[in-house]
């Protein structure tokens, strides 16, 4: 039966729940979030995406976002309420067709009825930094705020997931299938960039994913190390790889960001 975000996170929640699922190594320091963490964060976010942006089934929600620990939390959101994550054709744009923006950038407001919700990317942020634009949300002083529980119905469909630049969708079974897990049992394992079916119950899996990657490749490799039961680490551009991190890990696999 295809995997969709809704049962990754159905077995995060029930299969080893305190396990470390995603690892985040920027410049603030390292960030390791449980399976249950991150489940809450997703519902935290799912809350707020619902009662604070009029988020609905099938509303389009735009990612002026970087790869990052929250970025994840926050497309995990959107599917389990039914919103497709939409990504930018550039850094420069942010799709005026969608009814949602997510940006981490200071910008200016958007013009109604799109909403806005600023994201501070620091981990103990309390608050947007700066003057918040007019109409804005202040994801991180008012996403904790927020239930645990996703107090909606979870979407547990097989349906579109992403927007690509120029319109093309994918569902979560093609952002699968767009990525070719390591195979090797040994430390530091390499995965080339293939578009092979992601390879499941990979016990012990614990996948880098190289700086520089884009959100839409992140989210991809997300979806196949999570189907597999294994561990994601992510690194913040700039962040060196270091050997001592590789090991303080223990990763298993790399995978290039292109």
Not at 60 to 67: A, K, Q, T, Y
Not at 210 to 217: D, K, Q, T, V
Request: charged share 15%.
């Amino acid at each position: 039966m295809p995997q969709t975000p809704a049962g990754i996170l159905t077995g995060m929640r029930s299969v080893s729940p305190s396990s470390p699922r995603l690892v985040w190594h920027g410049g603030d320091g390292r960030i390791e979030l449980s399976g249950r963490v991150f489940d809450n964060w997703v519902a935290k976010s799912s809350n707020l995406l619902v009662d604070e942006l009029d988020a609905t089934d099938g509303s389009l929600v735009s990612f002026d976002l970087p790869v990052h620990w929250k970025s994840l939390a926050l497309a995990f959101a959107c599917w389990q309420v039914g919103a497709l994550v939409v990504l930018p054709d550039t850094d420069t744009d942010t799709d005026t067709d969608t009814d949602i923006v997510l940006s981490s950038r200071a910008a200016g407001a958007v013009e109604p009825p799109r909403l806005l919700a600023c994201v501070a990317l620091g981990s103990l942020a309390l608050r947007w930094d700066g003057p918040l634009p007019q109409g804005a949300v202040d994801f991180a002083a008012e996403v904790r705020s927020h239930g645990d529980v996703y107090l909606g119905q979870p979407r547990d469909d097989v349906g579109a997931a992403l927007v690509l630049a120029g319109g093309r969708t994918l569902t979560a079974q093609d952002l699968l299938a767009s990525i070719a897990l390591p195979t090797g049992t040994g430390p530091v394992a390499s995965a080339s960039d293939a578009t092979a079916t992601a390879v499941g119950g990979q016990d012990g899996l614990t996948l880098l994913l190289e700086p520089g990657a884009s959100l839409g490749r992140a989210l991809a490799a997300a979806l196949a190390v999570w189907d597999s039961g294994g561990v994601l680490v992510l690194v913040e551009n700039g962040v060196p790889v270091t050997d001592r991190m590789l090991a303080g890990e223990r990763v298993t696999g790399r995978l290039g960001a292109t």
